[in-house]
């Protein structure tokens, strides 16, 4: 178990909802970043949180919006869905500010838009 | 922004074999190259990583050697064991360090 938790594990939803990824860091980190792994995909970077403030921004859709909560959880919104969303969605977490440390992931949220 | 390339996609190896990957980075100030694991259905893990002031580094069966002038970076398993079977992926850190840029990952087979 990395200590880094993400709900919900599983989410099936419709063309053009809206759904709501949570992740909660380990214990102490205070950056999160969110990336999405498609089917036989790699790992596809989205957005960098840092204390509440984005640090960095990938190749992250309009659709798509993110942020991290006073307490250091954080949210990622997908809205207007398309069957091509469908991925496995993982949020990791790090004590410090930059990338040059080791990423703790959770076990990811796979989610469905049929 | 960082572009990580990753070669070989897939890999197939007997037991007992070694087994190479390598990656190449875009961004000359990347100064962090982490590798991690990622089992059937499991988050990533990482298993070893190196830094720009590093040419090698080794940790038991599993090496990574970067070459800073080339700007590529390369993990060699010796001894291949069934249980190394995964899928692997190298990654560099953009040199604001604000952001880690996976390669495309490799599939490793290793046949008993």
């Known amino acids: 178990d990395s200590g880094v938790t993400q709900t919900p594990k599983h989410l099936i939803t419709a063309t053009g909802q809206r759904v709501t990824l949570r992740c909660s860091p380990r214990s102490g980190d205070l950056s999160v970043y969110w990336y999405q792994q498609s089917l036989d995909q790699g790992l596809q970077f989205l957005i960098h949180?840092?204390?509440?403030?984005?640090?960095a921004k990938g190749n992250i859709l309009e659709r798509f919006s993110a942020q991290q909560f006073p307490d250091l959880h954080s949210e990622l919104n997908l809205s207007s869905l398309e069957l091509g969303d469908s991925a496995l969605y993982f949020c990791a977490s790090s004590v410090g500010t930059t990338t040059n440390e080791k990423l703790f992931f959770g076990s990811g949220t796979q989610l469905s838009v049929l | 922004g960082e572009n990580v390339e990753q070669h070989p996609s897939t890999l197939s190896v007997q037991e007992g074999d070694s087994a190479v990957i390598k990656c190449t980075y875009s961004d000359s100030a990347s100064n962090y190259f982490p590798w991690y694991k990622q089992e059937l259905g499991k988050r990533p893990q990482l298993i070893i990583d190196?830094?720009?002031?590093?040419g090698e580094k080794k940790d038991q069966r599993i090496a990574v050697t970067l070459n800073k002038t080339a700007k590529h970076f390369s993990l060699h398993i010796t001894e291949t064991q069934p249980e190394d079977s995964a899928v692997y992926f190298c990654?560099?850190?953009?040199?604001?360090?604000?952001?880690?840029?996976f390669g495309g990952g490799t599939r490793l087979m290793v046949k008993p």
């Open positions: 949180y840092y204390n509440g403030e984005e640090r």
């Open positions: 190196i830094r720009s002031n590093v």
């Open positions: 990654a560099a850190t953009s040199g604001a360090g604000n952001m880690l840029t």
